[in-house]
């Protein structure tokens, strides 16, 4: 029976480990798990969701609070088209995240930054240009086009030196999305180099409506190879969403996909940004804990555990230090359900949202526990320590046991 590791991942001339770890923001996916992935021969994502927070976290910056200090005259407006981002600073975060990746890669891999679409951060087409010219000048490998359907991304990095060197791909949920990416695209004279296709079981947001369970992966990745060789385009296809074993990656690289993306699997490792704490409660997730919702104010629906602490959490809209949600017109739809409940709730000392979430605090607080379909059977994949809780892998043990096992099977830590 056949394994991951028969196959390999080709860009050109450089042949990769088929295994691309996705990109889990705020900074789930580290830096140093990025690497790993790189080290081991395949592909690591970063994440660029709230980078100078990030890069306060990680280099002593000062962004957030700078920025809240600048708009503290504010806080209680619930008008927040003033709320900006200088964009020097912006850049400045970016090169910082990426560049320090970038000096300590080791190993035949790449290393990737996703970029999403979604976070529009009260300029959506100035920022995202930012970021993503940002990502090249401090030298990635490649970026992943990520959360909407990036009609415009390809032109606002096309006049950049590094524009046709880079590895560029999006990630996409339908063929038709695809079709529409290349044909608005096409001006630039630029192929993407790989394109994602994410199914309706991956983690985070999803690019289905409520309606998601009626689609399959599997099917998704047929029309799309089927698309692709009608038009005679050769581009790699790595699908994602509930590739759970190295046996359901070959399964997908025998029907013609280039790699796989994962990312479940790598959340309880010791690279992995989650708390500790926080890996537990995916380690303990049954089935039942799974849900769907719509309290993303991106207005895309999000997988994730029923009891995380974000979901009805009344926290006061936080964008005078974060906004990264707010449209090109300062709004968002976590400040409008937050409103509707301080109205309905006059004197309340606090109150509760369950309509939307202000994701910026709690994503960046890790309190909204996002997570892929088979997240329930991580706890399939260790051992349980003395005191009961489960014992955390390496991420070289997960790609490794993703890269050479058969039949279904997962391997447990020594």
């Given amino acids: 029976m056949k394994k991951l590791d028969d196959f390999r991942l080709m860009f050109g001339n450089r042949e990769l480990v088929p295994i691309m770890i996705g990109g889990m923001g705020v900074d789930i996916s580290t830096s140093g798990l990025a690497l790993e992935a790189a080290r081991l021969g395949g592909i690591g994502h970063i994440s660029d969701a709230m980078i100078k927070a990030v890069s306060d976290t990680k280099f002593n910056t000062s962004y957030v609070k700078e920025k809240l200090q600048r708009y503290k005259f504010n806080v209680a407006n619930s008008d927040k088209s003033a709320v900006q981002f200088r964009l020097a600073e912006l850049a400045e975060a970016t090169r910082l995240h990426v560049g320090k990746t970038m000096e300590s890669v080791r190993g035949a891999g790449m290393i990737f930054i996703n970029c999403m679409e979604k976070l529009t951060m009260n300029a959506p087409k100035e920022t995202l240009a ?15 086009l990520a959360a909407g359907l990036h009609l415009g991304s390809f032109s606002l990095m096309e006049d950049h030196p590094r524009f046709r060197h880079a590895k560029l791909g999006i990630i996409v949920s339908s063929a038709r999305a695809l079709q529409l990416f290349i044909r608005k695209s096409a001006r630039t004279n630029r192929l993407p180099d790989y394109v994602v296709v994410e199914g309706p079981l991956a983690g985070g947001h999803l690019g289905f409506g409520m309606d998601w369970a009626k689609y399959e992966l599997s099917n998704i990745v047929t029309e799309v190879l089927a698309w692709l060789k009608n038009e005679k385009l050769d581009i790699p296809v790595i699908p994602a969403g509930g590739i ?11 029907m013609g996909a280039a790699g796989v993306q994962v990312a479940t699997r790598f959340t309880v490792t010791d690279e ?9 409660e995916y380690f303990k997730a049954s089935e039942e804990d799974v849900e769907v919702n719509e309290t993303s104010p991106t207005g895309y629906p999000m997988r994730m555990l029923k009891n995380s602490p974000s979901i009805g959490a009344g926290t006061r809209p936080n964008c005078e230090a974060y906004g990264y949600l707010l449209d090109a017109k300062g709004h968002c739809s976590y400040i409008e359900a937050y409103n509707k409940a301080v109205e309905a709730n006059p004197g309340a000392k606090k109150v509760s949202v369950m309509e939307k979430t202000c994701l ?28 009961g809780s489960y014992k955390s892998l390496s991420a070289e043990h997960v790609f490794k046991d993703y890269q050479f096992s058969v039949n279904g099977q997962v391997a447990l830590p020594a």
């Fill in 130 to 144: 930012v970021r993503l010219r940002s990502a090249l000048d401090a030298g990635i490998d490649g970026i992943t």
């Fill in 360 to 387: 910026c605090t709690h994503m960046r607080n890790f309190d909204t526990w996002t997570c892929g379909h088979y997240v329930y059977r991580l706890k399939d994949t260790t051992t349980k320590n003395e005191d």
């Fill in 244 to 254: 759970f074993t190295g046996s359901d990656a070959v399964r997908y690289m025998e």
């Fill in 272 to 280: 992995c940004g989650l708390p500790d704490k926080v890996k537990q």
